[in-house]
């Protein structure tokens, strides 16, 4: 079995009864849909489901879970993600799927965020991974400019499988930023870059997970709580 399906499911087993919980996107979160699916099956938990994609949405329909309407939830008690990049003071890069918009707004709330990572993607400091930033389609040449420009980093458009321009689920480009490692001003860069007219949402979840779960290669599973 996969690591990342190993570490996943032990995830799972961090939901109970009457729970309401965030379904997170990305290859990782998908093997933990399912196991929301066998749980409700097995154990009849009475659980409160949203998705933070429509692939994931897609995917727990097809595993028979019944999903809420996000509009009708305030708080979530936990939800289950992956990320791209995480450092050791839990500060996230995310967006690698596309997803970042409603994965954000999806952890705000969210009083146990759990993200479920192999060990490659844990690091001593951000950056290597391009930062996903989420822009208004409207002029996005100019946005992706002045973005370079401000940042003095390589700013790309994402593309789909036909070249075309990657759109989200909530009608976004994507700008992947080049930075680096280090990324530069921790404190500030993630308001720096939403700053900048056009940017809808930053890649960037910084104290947002309350705990880790990593999967290594040998099939062991470790869970870490955020440092105080
Ligand atoms: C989706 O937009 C992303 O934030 C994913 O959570 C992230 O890219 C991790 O994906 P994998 O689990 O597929 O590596």
Not at 111 to 135: N, R, W, Y
Not at 178 to 193: H, K, M, Q
């Amino acid at each position: 079995v996969n690591p990342k399906q190993i570490a996943a499911e032990h995830a799972v087993t961090l939901i109970k009864d009457g729970m309401s919980v965030g379904l997170g996107s990305g290859t990782t979160a998908a093997y933990a849909i399912p196991a929301v699916a066998r749980r409700i099956e097995t154990e009849g938990l009475r659980l409160r489901c949203v998705a933070t994609s429509k692939a994931s949405a897609h995917l727990a329909h097809a595993n028979g879970i019944k999903l809420s309407s996000w509009d009708s939830i305030e708080t979530l008690d936990i939800t289950i993600d992956g990320a791209d990049e995480i450092d050791p003071e839990f500060r996230i890069i995310k967006g690698g799927g596309g997803a970042l918009v409603r994965e954000k707004l999806v952890a705000t709330v969210t009083a146990d965020e759990v993200i479920v990572v192999h060990s490659a993607k844990l690091t001593e400091a951000l950056g290597a991974f391009p930062v996903p930033v989420a822009v208004v389609p409207f002029g996005w040449p100019s946005t992706r400019r002045r973005l370079a420009e401000k940042f003095g980093c390589e700013v790309s458009i994402r593309r789909d499988a036909s070249g075309d321009a990657f759109t989200s689920d909530d009608g976004m480009h994507i700008l992947d930023m080049a930075f680096g490692a280090p990324l530069p001003r921790l404190d500030t860069i993630e308001n720096e870059i939403r700053s900048v007219v056009g940017v809808v949402e930053v890649g960037l979840f910084f104290g947002l997970c309350h705990h880790l779960v990593v999967a290594h290669s040998d099939g062991s599973v470790e869970v870490k709580a955020a440092p105080k």
